[in-house]
Structures are given as structure tokens and as C-alpha cells.
């Protein structure tokens, strides 16, 4: 049987997986690993050090450093487009005929490139990426940031239209899929590759409610800041915090009581453990973009999930979490479920649900088959 190669542009350094890009990143390169693709990686590094362990489930591991410089932001193109070029980047990949596959448009400055003409090339978008830019605008306190993000939000809105160079478009939430298949050919919903392959649930209570995410960015933020100033504030139920760099503003809040706490840049193990020891993975999000890598860990590992609409919209999970959108009927679920265990009948609904729609072998296979 031939062997198969793919080039992988990543947007970053994949490992460790330890947020929501790179951790669809990682997963899909240890899938395609396992099922004998060849994989030639292409990493633009900025503070995530060089990965070893990358080199075992890769051919070969090439980084470029991202251009940081402040010029850039007068460029036409977005800055996170922009800063990811790489003349020595185009020399790797013109060394062969392998198909290509660009981890976001963060990473497509050279799809429209005519010297990769007659070569297989595949986008993964991860978000409709001006509309997630445009709702951090909204959530953003420091102005330069808040002016950053809008006029960044609209140089991707217009860039978004180089996916029209791309072989096939794999779209990671069904909702992504449509919008993008208003505008371009070939989009298929491959949805978000993650570390759990069954579904393992501890037995018994949990004493506490969890929160975590990546915390320095601003939707993230937010969410913690609502959990704590409209919901936990009013309850004496325990949350953790759980993340990396909470904000001054997050800790000040967090400060005012007694049974909420953070726990700031703690490892992707200890994060694992708070997931499934807790009694309730509380994870509302204020922007309905892509699909959430936290939420289906949480429904994989953890209890009793909680909710808000926008973090389930068109994902296929709404059946498996508890919905509220006011923090009112927040409160009043969060202290129903605090006092009972998980039925592991739900279990079984998970493990159906979640096999049938979310697993990386299948989710592989679709990849594989547009190579």
C-alpha cells in the first residue's frame, strides 16, 4: 500500500494540549498517526517552547518564529494572518506534491501562493473567525485591545474569502458548516478532535462546582466574572475556578468570597482530575462561535453539566447538558443538582451520542478520504 503524506500548517505549537486550538490540533495528529498518515508539521512558534514529543507521532517537526512586529498591524491583511508568513515554510512544502492541510485561517497567508498550484489543500476553520473577533470586541476592557480586535475582525472578514482557493473546507461545528456552504464548495463538517475516546464518569458526589477555561482570553473572563458576581455570589455553593492567567479584575471579585476559588496555571492532569471530581461542570459562554473542546471533555469525564444556550447552539449536545439562561434558573438548577448523584443511565446516553457524533476515529476517516 502507498504511503500516505500530509503537510500540517499549524497556527502554534500543538503540545502541550492544553487549550481549545491546539488541542483539536493534537488529537487530530495523533488520529492520523494512528492510521499510517506520514505527517510533515509546520509549527509558527511564539512562547510555546519546541515539543519533543511531537517528533514521535510526526515524520519531521519544522518551526518558524511569528512576526511580532507592532508594523504589522498597518497591513492590509490581518495580523494574525500576516504574522504567520514564512518564505522558508514555502521551501518545505515545495520540496514535494503532498497534500496540504492549513489549521485555521490564521494559518492560509500562502493558500493563494501560485507556486502551490495542483496541490491538495485543505482548510480546517475553527471559528467563523471575524464573528469571534468582533464578540471579544464587545467583552475587551482595555481600549487598544477593544479597537484592536474590531478593525482585526474586519480585515478577516474580508480575508475569509481566500477559502475559495481551498480543495475542501472542514468545518468544525454544524453551524460553521452551513454558513460557510452559503459562500464556498466543498465544506464538510468534521467536527472537534479531543483527548477522550469513551466516556468515563465517576461514581458518586462531587463537593464542588467547576468552571475552567483559558482565562486570559475575554469570553472567558467574562463567563467566570458572571459565575461569580450573578450566580455563586448568591449561593453558598463552592466553585472553583480552574485556568490560565485570570484577570486582576477576576481575582478581586474571587477575593469577596469565601467558598469560590481560583486555581491559576495548574496542568492539564489537575485540570483533568477538577472535571470529574467535581459535582457540576458550570460552563456558560457569551459567544456561540465554533464548538466548546471544554464542554465535550466535561461531558466525557464529568457529572452533571450546566449551561447556557449560546455554549450548546447547533452541536448536537443541547440533550445532554441542563440549559439555563438567566441567572436566576441557573442558581435554582445549580442547587437541584448539587444534591444528587449522576444517573449513570445518562451515562449510557452519552456514550450512545457521543460514539455516534463525536469520535476521532470517524472524524479521522472523513479527513483521511479528502486526501
Do not use: W
Not at 468582533?134 to 480585515?155: C, D
Not at 439562561?325 to 449522576?342: G, H, R, T, V
Amino acid at each position: 500500500m502507498t504511503e500516505k503524506h500530509l503537510h500540517i500548517i499549524s497556527f502554534d505549537v500543538p503540545f502541550p494540549a492544553n487549550y481549545g486550538g491546539v488541542i483539536d490540533v493534537f488529537y487530530k495528529l495523533k488520529a492520523l498517526h494512528a492510521h499510517g498518515i506520514k505527517i510533515h508539521l509546520h509549527c509558527f512558534e511564539y512562547g510555546r517552547a519546541e515539543a519533543l514529543s511531537l517528533e514521535s507521532i510526526c515524520e519531521k517537526v519544522y518551526y518558524y518564529k511569528r512576526k511580532m512586529s507592532k508594523q504589522l498591524l498597518l497591513n492590509a491583511l490581518p495580523f494574525v494572518v500576516v504574522s504567520r508568513s514564512s518564505e522558508k515554510l514555502m521551501e518545505n512544502l515545495l520540496r514535494d506534491t503532498y497534500p496540504i492541510l492549513f489549521e485555521g485561517l490564521h494559518s492560509c497567508f500562502h493558500l493563494n501562493d501560485s507556486r502551490l498550484s495542483g496541490r491538495i489543500k485543505i482548510v480546517r476553520t475553527h471559528n467563523i473567525e471575524h464573528e469571534y473577533y468582533t464578540n471579544l470586541q464587545k467583552v475587551e476592557k482595555s481600549v487598544f485591545k477593544k479597537l484592536y480586535f474590531g478593525i482585526e475582525g474586519k480585515k478577516l472578514e474580508r480575508f475569509e474569502k481566500i477559502l475559495k482557493k481551498a480543495d475542501h473546507i472542514a468545518a468544525i461545528s454544524s453551524a460553521d458548516a452551513k454558513y460557510l456552504s452559503l459562500k464556498f464548495n466543498n465544506v464538510h463538517h468534521i467536527t472537534a478532535f479531543h483527548p477522550n475516546e469513551e466516556v468515563k464518569i465517576k461514581e458518586g458526589k462531587g463537593d464542588f462546582c467547576l468552571y475552567h477555561g483559558n482565562l486570559e482570553v475575554g469570553e472567558n473572563n467574562e463567563a467566570a466574572l458572571y459565575l461569580v458576581n450573578q450566580v455563586f455570589s448568591k449561593i453558598k455553593t463552592p466553585l472553583i475556578i480552574a485556568g490560565r492567567k485570570p484577570s486582576s479584575e477576576l481575582i478581586a471579585a474571587v477575593a469577596n468570597y469565601s467558598h469560590i476559588s481560583i486555581k491559576a496555571n495548574i496542568n492539564t492532569q489537575d485540570i483533568d482530575g477538577l472535571i470529574s471530581n467535581a459535582q457540576i461542570n458550570v460552563l456558560p459562554t457569551f459567544q456561540a462561535t465554533g464548538i466548546k473542546l471544554k464542554l465535550l471533555v466535561a461531558l466525557f469525564t464529568g457529572r452533571h453539566c450546566v449551561v447556557n444556550s449560546p455554549m450548546v447552539a447547533n452541536t448536537g449536545l443541547e440533550q445532554l447538558c441542563f440549559i439555563q439562561d438567566s441567572a436566576e434558573s441557573m442558581i435554582k438548577e445549580i442547587s437541584s443538582l448539587f444534591e444528587f448523584q449522576f444517573d449513570m443511565q445518562e451515562k449510557q446516553k452519552r456514550e450512545v451520542l457521543l460514539r455516534e457524533n463525536f469520535s476521532n476515529d470517524l472524524n479521522v476517516k472523513k479527513l483521511i478520504a479528502l486526501l
